[in-house]
């Protein structure tokens, strides 16, 4: 009667560890997919520049008011007010340059540009 008992145990244990390893698998990947995106080039080069508020206005005005609005207040894409809270400054450079969130166009601005309209959004 032992065995019938110690079997069900065994099998608990081995489901709570393969989930330990489920999480610890998510969380490595996790970390890899946050270090590639920070030590891409382009993104180090981006979060080394200051950036100028009234530069990036014009840049917003140019590339991103016809569907957040003028405002950045929201339109066909979603307001922009308050999105540092919600992306991170990494999050936001990749956001703008990969168009991973169809409609949203790829966007390549040179490095300083992005720097601007970073300092813009964030003093939204």
């Not at 890899?32 to 979060?47: E, G, H, N, R, W």
């Not at 950036?51 to 950045?72: L, P, T, V, W």
């Not at 400054?89 to 966007?107: A, C, D, E, H, Y």
Request: net charge neutral; charged share 20%.
């Amino acid at each position: 009667m032992d065995i019938q008992l110690t079997k069900p145990k065994i099998l608990v244990y081995r489901f709570i560890l393969a989930a330990f390893a489920g999480i610890l698998l998510i969380f490595a990947l996790l970390f890899a997919l946050y270090f590639t995106q920070i030590s891409d080039p382009y993104t180090q080069k981006v979060l080394a520049l200051a950036g100028d508020r009234e530069r990036g206005y014009a840049i917003f005005e140019i590339n991103c008011a016809a569907c957040h609005g003028k405002y950045a207040d929201g339109s066909v894409g979603p307001s922009l007010h308050h999105v540092p809270q919600r992306k991170s400054k990494i999050n936001l450079i990749q956001q703008v340059v990969s168009g991973r969130t169809p409609p949203m166009p790829k966007f390549q601005p040179e490095a300083q540009e992005m720097a601007d309209l970073l300092e813009y959004l964030e003093n939204l």
